[in-house]
C-alpha cells in the first residue's frame, strides 16, 4: 500500500476521515448579509414608531385608519422578517461551526490514519 | 363618505423619511438574493453530516415583497399628503409644519395603501379592460374612407373605456397598480389601446367621441407612464407601442399589398404615439425612445386624407405642439432634460444633426391654418429648449459637465452646428452659444491647436477649424454674438484669477496662459464674425456689451467652479427637480442675456468713437484684475500686508472697521499699481496680437 507524498490526498483515507465539504466562505457571506439586515431593520423599526406619530398627528379619517390598518400589518411582518433573518444567520452559524468540529476531529483522524500507515509501512521494511 | 383631517406636511415628512430608510432596504434586497441563492448553489447535491445540513427559505423573497409594499405604503402616505394639498389649493412651500386642513373624503384621490390590494384591483381593472377591447384598434383607412359606420363603431368603446379608466385615475400616483394593470394586458391589448387613442382622436374631431382627450388619452397615458417608470415594465408591452406595423395584424388588412394603405396605417400608429407621449409621463428613456422614433421613422407629412387624430383646429389651439408629431415629441423633450440628454446621445449624435430646425412646421401650418413662417419660430424655440435642457442643464444638475460622455457629446455638437448642412435658426444658435459656455477655456485651446503649453482640451478631437465653423454658424445671430462675448470676457476674467498670485508677485509673465487662450478666443471670433459679415459697430456692441454685462454665474460657467457650485441631484431623480437646480444659475444667465441687450446697448457714437481695444474695455479690464486681486485671500491679504508696512496712507480708512471692502481694497496704492500695469499689459497684449483695426475692420 502506497503512502501519500503529498496529502491531502483524500480519496487515500477512508471515507469517515475525509473533510466535510461544506461551503463556508457562501456561508460566511450569507451569514453577514443576514446579520447586516437584521441590524438594519431594527435600526429602522426602531426609528419608525417616530415617524408614524409625526404623520398620525392630526391626521383623521378614513385613510388614516386605513393607514393604521396597513401599517399595523406590515410593522409585525418586518419584525417576523428581522427575527427570521437573525435564526437564519444562526442557524448558518451552528452549521459552519459544526463543520469546522467536524473537520477538526477528521483531521486529527487523518494525522493518526497516515501516522499508523506510515509505521506499517516502515515496519515492513524493516523486516 | 365623510370628512378627513390631516397636516400635510407631516405626512410629506413622513414620506420622505420612510423612503429614505427604504432606499438603504432596496440594495440590500439584491444582496440578500445573491448571498442565499449562492449558498443554496453551493450546498445542493452536498451529502453533510448532521448538524451541517441546512434548509434555507426564501427569505429574500419576502424581503423583496416588505420593502416594495414598505416603498407603496411610504409613498401612499406622501399622495395622501399631496392631495390634501391639492383638495386645498395649496402648495407644499406655501404650508407650516402643523398647518392642518379638513376636505371631504371624496376629494382625496389616492389608491390603496397596501400593494397586494392595488395590485388585485390593477388584475380586475385589466380583465374588465381585456373585456370590453376588439382584436383591433385601428380603423382600415379604406374603411374610414367608405364605410362611416366602422368608426361609430369603435367609437362606441369610448364612454366604456373612459369610465373604467376614470376608475382607475384613483392611481394616478400608483406606479404599483398600473404595471400590474398594464402587464396583465399584455402586448396585444395595450397595442389596441394605443391604437384607440388616434382612433378615438379621429372620432372627436368629428364630434363622435367628445372629451376623448381627457377622458381617454390622458388616463391611458398617465397608466403607460406609470407603469414605464416603474422599471418593471414587460420589455413586450413597450415594445408593442412601438411596433408601427399593422400589415399582419386584424385592422390592417390590405397593408401586405398596398403601400399606400400600409403608409396610413402607420401614420395612424405615429400619432397614437405621438398622443401618447405627449399625454403622459414616461421615464426618460422611453421619452427619448418615442422622440427619435417619431422624429426619425414618422411621416414626414401626413398623406392626404389625413389619418391624424386630434387635428382639429378647436383642439390644437389649446395643444399647439399636437399641430405636428415632432413638435410634440420635441416639445416632451423639453419637459425632461434627462430625456433631452439621452435623446441627443442616440445613435452616435444624429439627433444633433436637428439644428436646422422647422421640424414638422408645414404639418403644423396647414392644422394650424397659418403659414409655416409663422409657426416655425416656436418649433425653433422648443428644440432650443430641448438642446438647452439635455446638453447643458442636465450636466449640470448632475455633475457631469465634464463627464467623457458629455464632452463627447459637446464636441460632437461643435461639430455638427459647424457642418456644411446646418444652417440654424437665431434661438438655436443663441442655444448653442449657451450651451458652450462651460466649455469656453476647451474651445480657445481648439483654437490655438493644442499648444503643448497649454492646458489639455476637455473637447475629444476638435480642431481649430471645427471651432472656427461653429463660431460662424453660432455668430449670425445677435444675442448668440452676445453670449460669445461675455464667454470671452468672463474667460480673461477667469484667467486673471488664476494669475493672481503671479501679478501680486509682479511677474511680468503672469497672464501669460491667459493671454494665450484670450487672444486665440477673440481672434476666432473675429474672424467668424468677418465671415458671416457682420458690421464692424455689430461687432464691437457684441465685443464691449459682453465685457459690460457678463456675470459671475457666467465666470463660474466658464471657469468650471459652476460644478461645485451647483448641489448634484441623483440621475434618475424628477427631471423638473433637475432643471430647478439649475434655474438659479441658468436663470441668471439668461436674464443677463435678455437684458444685456437693451441695458447695455451702446449708443452709435460711443462704439464710432472706440478703435483702440482700451477704448472698448480697458476699464473693464482693470475691474477684473482689481477683482481678481480682491477675490483670492491670499493676495488680498499681501496687499494688506505691504500697504500695512509700507505706512499707505490708505491703509487705516480702509481698516477702520477691521473690515476690507471690494472698493475700499482699490484705494489701496500698492493695488491700483498692480491694476494699472497688469491690465495695460493685458490690453497691450490683446492690441499688438490683434489690432482693433485688424480684428474689427476699422472704424
Known amino acids: 500500500m502506497s503512502v501519500p507524498k503529498d496529502p491531502p490526498d483524500y480519496g487515500y483515507y477512508p471515507e469517515r476521515m475525509r473533510p466535510v465539504p461544506f461551503p463556508t ?24 414608531p417616530g415617524l408614524v406619530a409625526g404623520a398620525r398627528d392630526g391626521w383623521e379619517g378614513a385613510y388614516r385608519v386605513e393607514f393604521d390598518e396597513t401599517w399595523r400589518i406590515q410593522e409585525v411582518r418586518l419584525a417576523g422578517l428581522k427575527e427570521d433573518l437573525r435564526r437564519l444567520s444562526g442557524q448558518i452559524t451552528t452549521a459552519v461551526n459544526n463543520a469546522a468540529a467536524i473537520n477538526g476531529q477528521r483531521a486529527t483522524a487523518r494525522a493518526n490514519y497516515l501516522a499508523e500507515q506510515q509505521s506499517e509501512t516502515s515496519g515492513a521494511g524493516a523486516n | 363618505m365623510g370628512t378627513s383631517s390631516a397636516k400635510p406636511a407631516k405626512l410629506l415628512a413622513y414620506r420622505d423619511a420612510g423612503i429614505a430608510q427604504v432606499e438603504k ?145 384613483r392611481f394616478h400616483a400608483d406606479e404599483d397598480y398600473a404595471v400590474a394593470l398594464v402587464n396583465a394586458l399584455g402586448p396585444t391589448n395595450v397595442r389596441t389601446l394605443a391604437d384607440l387613442a388616434n382612433t378615438f382622436g379621429i372620432a372627436a374631431d368629428r364630434g363622435k367621441a367628445d372629451g376623448a382627450w381627457d377622458g381617454y388619452v390622458v388616463p391611458l397615458a398617465t397608466l403607460l407612464g406609470n407603469a414605464d417608470r416603474s422599471g418593471r415594465l414587460d420589455d413586450s408591452v413597450r415594445d408593442a407601442l412601438f411596433d408601427m406595423d399593422a400589415g399582419d ?11 399606400i394603405i400600409k403608409d396610413q396605417l402607420a401614420d395612424m400608429r405615429y400619432r397614437s404615439l405621438t398622443l401618447l407621449l405627449a399625454a403622459g409621463t414616461f421615464s426618460p428613456e422611453t421619452t427619448a425612445r418615442m422622440a427619435d422614433t417619431i422624429i426619425h421613422d414618422g411621416p414626414l407629412a401626413p398623406s392626404f386624407y389625413d389619418y391624424s387624430g386630434f387635428t382639429n383646429y378647436q383642439f390644437l389651439a389649446d395643444h399647439r405642439p399636437l399641430a405636428a408629431n415632432e413638435w410634440a415629441a420635441l416639445d416632451a423633450l423639453t419637459r425632461d432634460d434627462h430625456a433631452a440628454n439621452i435623446f441627443y446621445g442616440l445613435h452616435d449624435g444624429r439627433n444633433l444633426y436637428l439644428l436646422n430646425g422647422g421640424l414638422g412646421a408645414d404639418t403644423a401650418a396647414r392644422r394650424l391654418g397659418v403659414s409655416p413662417g409663422d409657426v416655425a419660430g416656436d418649433i425653433d424655440r422648443t428644440l432650443a429648449d430641448s438642446l438647452t435642457g439635455g446638453l447643458q442643464n442636465y450636466p449640470l444638475a448632475t455633475g457631469t459637465v465634464y463627464s467623457p460622455e458629455t464632452t463627447r457629446l459637446i464636441a460632437h455638437l461643435v461639430e455638427a452646428a459647424g457642418d456644411d448642412y446646418v444652417d440654424a435658426p437665431d434661438a438655436v444658435r443663441r442655444a448653442l452659444a449657451q450651451i458652450s459656455t462651460p466649455y469656453t477655456r476647451d474651445l480657445a485651446v481648439a483654437a490655438e491647436g493644442y499648444d503643448r503649453y497649454l492646458p489639455d482640451g476637455r473637447l ?68 467668424a464674425w468677418d465671415h458671416v459679415q457682420v458690421d464692424r459697430l455689430a461687432q464691437r456692441e457684441a465685443l464691449v456689451a ?23 441631484v441623483n440621475a434618475a431623480a424628477d427631471l423638473p427637480l433637475a432643471k430647478n437646480v439649475v434655474d438659479g444659475i441658468t436663470g441668471t444667465i439668461k436674464d443677463s442675456i435678455n437684458s444685456a441687450v437693451y441695458d447695455h446697448a451702446i449708443p452709435r457714437p460711443e462704439l464710432e468713437s472706440m478703435t483702440t481695444w482700451r477704448d472698448a474695455i480697458e476699464d473693464d479690464v482693470e475691474h477684473a484684475v482689481a477683482k481678481g486681486l480682491y477675490d483670492d485671500p491670499a493676495t488680498r491679504q499681501h496687499f494688506l500686508d505691504r500697504a500695512a508696512a509700507g505706512g499707505d496712507p490708505a491703509y487705516a480708512s480702509v481698516m477702520a472697521d477691521g473690515q476690507v471692502t471690494f472698493d475700499e481694497f482699490g484705494r489701496l496704492g500698492g493695488v491700483s ?26 472704424g
Not at chain 2, 412651500?93 to 395603501?113: C, E, H, K, L, N
Not at chain 2, 395584424?249 to 403601400?259: C, I, R, Y
Not at chain 2, 463660474?556 to 448641489?567: A, M, T, W, Y
Not at chain 2, 497688469?678 to 476699422?698: L, P, T, Y
Request: a negative charge; one cysteine or more; charged letters at 30%.
Open chain 2, 460 to 527: 475629444p478631437g476638435l480642431s481649430g477649424d471645427e471651432v472656427d465653423k461653429f463660431f460662424r454658424e453660432v455668430s449670425e445671430s445677435k444675442e448668440a454674438r452676445l453670449v460669445l462675448g461675455q464667454n470671452a470676457a468672463a474667460l480673461v476674467s477667469t484667467e486673471i484669477g488664476e494669475s493672481a498670485r503671479d501679478i501680486a508677485a509682479s511677474d511680468p509673465n503672469a497672464f501669460g496662459q491667459g493671454s494665450t487662450l484670450a487672444t486665440a478666443y477673440y481672434r476666432e471670433l473675429g474672424e
Open chain 2, 249 to 259: 395584424e386584424q385592422g390592417g388588412e390590405g397593408a401586405d399589398h398596398n403601400f
Open chain 1, 25 to 48: 466562505a457562501s456561508a460566511q457571506a450569507a451569514i453577514a448579509v443576514c446579520d447586516r439586515i437584521a441590524a438594519l431593520l431594527e435600526s429602522d423599526l426602531g426609528a419608525r
Open chain 2, 25 to 169: 432596504w432596496e440594495p440590500e434586497v439584491a444582496n440578500l438574493s445573491t448571498a442565499l441563492g449562492g449558498l443554496r448553489d453551493a450546498l445542493a447535491g452536498l451529502d453533510l453530516p448532521e448538524g451541517c445540513e441546512l434548509s434555507i427559505l426564501f427569505e429574500e423573497v419576502w424581503f423583496d415583497t416588505l420593502t416594495r409594499n414598505q416603498r407603496h405604503l411610504d409613498e401612499w402616505v406622501g399622495d395622501v399628503g399631496d392631495e390634501f394639498l391639492r383638495a386645498s389649493g395649496r402648495a407644499r412651500d406655501d404650508i407650516g409644519p402643523d398647518d392642518s386642513f379638513t376636505v371631504d373624503d371624496a376629494a382625496i384621490v389616492v389608491g390603496f395603501a397596501d400593494r397586494d390590494r392595488a395590485e388585485r384591483q390593477a388584475a380586475d381593472d385589466a380583465a374588465a379592460l381585456a373585456r370590453i377591447l376588439g382584436p383591433t384598434g385601428l380603423i382600415n383607412p379604406y374603411e374610414l374612407a367608405n364605410d362611416p359606420d366602422k368608426l361609430d363603431e369603435m367609437a362606441r368603446l369610448y364612454p366604456e373605456l373612459r369610465d373604467i379608466l376614470a376608475r382607475s385615475a
Open chain 2, 546 to 568: 459682453g465685457w459690460r454685462s457678463f456675470t459671475d454665474p457666467v465666470v463660474d460657467l466658464v471657469s468650471g467652479k459652476i460644478v461645485e457650485k451647483i448641489p448634484v
Open chain 2, 673 to 698: 499699481d498692480a491694476v494699472l500695469t497688469q491690465s495695460h499689459r493685458i490690453v497691450d497684449g490683446f492690441q499688438s496680437d490683434m489690432a482693433f483695426d485688424k480684428m474689427f475692420g476699422g
